[in-house]
């Protein structure tokens, strides 16, 4: 059953609102989903995503099937109950982990080998075990397995990469269908949109992957090292092709104005490490521009929230001056309380990016925060 609802359509752009039904709760779109890699939101608990109002949360396959083991997991009863969270789960396949181990992976026909960046033993994922791996998770959204194509590469390269990824796509399909959920509620399959900067490969995985009637569509090896404008004009030039009645999922991006930049082109999800890691290295993005907090600069200023016009706890509870003494200090509160800044504002510019989108005034307010959330904070 496809999950996805189309609301609505911008008229000026392909922005678009929509809501996702899973058994663990609705997720309006667009929306951002904060990375929890094994289980865990880095820095902040359960309670406090419930606080900043995420809807949902994405684990990777890779990370958890490694350690603490998807069996573990399956024991628990499913992720919801392993990391007390009980709304929507999306987990990722492990594909761009995998790869983005180099050399301790090799790519076979049925899968890839490859050797724990934990302890270097030998592992081996093909597309009926990284589903099998999904459904002792049990998340609500689950990713098929793909083989993300690198850049930059040859049409020759991209397309025997893509291949992969549609054999890959059609098996693992196949073992869901024998294989039915673990915990007591449905999974919905997104495929994975691959090909490279080539768009006549990405044309034709569309066509391939849509052929299998998924559950919804991911945009798969963006942001891996194109030039920022070659990402927008593949999503912008594979959203006209993708089912308009089908959710769209750009995975691992990105900044706040890339996420505008991709809703205008017809992206409804997205995900990114950047908020969280950022947070915690002293980056913060704010409705001002961005914010270097460990400046030296910030040392005095202990009258001035982070970002005024924020109303997160950090925000409506500290200064600069003392996250900066925090950070400094090496005191773990300061990636707490900035990584709360952070995603509770990544959710909040979603939150207004769908109330725009309804009001039909979302591209002059879009174009408005691209320009202000890049600035530099002085």
């Known amino acids: 059953m ?16 929509g809501k996702i039904t899973t058994a663990h709760g609705e997720i309006p779109t667009p929306i951002f ?10 820095a902040v608990t359960p309670r406090d995503l419930k ?12 990370h958890l099937y490694l350690r603490p083991g ?3 997991i399956a024991k628990a009863g499913g992720i919801h109950r392993f990391m007390n969270w009980n709304g929507p789960v999306l987990t990722d396949s492990g594909g761009f982990q995998v790869w ?24 081996f994922f093909s597309p009926e075990s990284v589903m099998k791996a999904q459904r002792e998770i049990g998340a609500d959204i689950i990713m098929a397995f793909d083989e993300c194509t690198p850049f930059p590469s040859t049409p020759k390269e991209a397309e025997h990469s893509l291949n992969f990824t549609l054999r890959w796509t059609k098996e693992a399909l196949e073992y869901l269908q024998k294989n039915p959920p673990l915990h007591g509620y449905d999974q919905h399959f997104f495929g994975i949109i691959q090909g490279g900067m080539h768009k006549n490969l990405r044309q034709l995985a569309i066509e391939r992957i849509t052929e299998l009637n998924p559950d919804g569509y991911a945009l798969g090896g963006l942001s891996v ?26 995975m691992g991006v990105g900044t706040p104005w890339n996420l505008l930049e991709l809703i205008q082109r017809g992206v409804d999800m997205c995900d990114c490490v950047m908020p969280s890691r950022n947070a915690r290295n002293g980056m913060l993005f704010t409705s001002q521009g961005v914010l270097h907090y460990k400046a030296g600069r910030y040392s005095q200023i202990t009258d001035e929230a982070p970002d005024p016009e924020c109303d997160c706890y950090t925000c409506r ?4 001056g003392y996250l900066r003494h925090l950070h400094q200090s090496g005191e773990i509160l300061a990636m707490t309380l900035s990584t709360i800044h952070n995603l509770h504002f990544y959710l909040k510019l979603m939150e207004q990016a769908r109330n725009h989108i309804s009001a039909d005034t979302f591209e002059p307010w879009a174009a408005e925060q691209i320009i202000k959330l890049q600035q530099q904070v002085p």
């Open 317 to 320: 509870n500290f200064s600069k």
């Open 225 to 250: 090292g194109e030039p920022t404008d070659v990402m927008y004009d593949i999503a912008d030039f594979c959203t006209d092709f993708m089912p308009k009645d089908h959710a769209r999922y750009v």
């Open 2 to 17: 496809n999950p996805f609802q189309l609301l609505k359509t911008s008229p000026r752009s392909k922005a678009r609102l």
């Open 33 to 42: 989903m904060p990375v929890g890699t094994a289980a865990s939101v880095k």
């Open 100 to 123: 983005s181990l180099k050399e301790l992976r090799k790519i076979k026909e049925n899968g890839v080998e490859f050797r724990s960046h934990i302890d270097g033993s030998k592992h």
């Open 51 to 62: 606080e900043m109002e995420a809807k949902i949360i994405l684990a990777n396959t890779y």
């Open 70 to 72: 998807t069996p573990l």
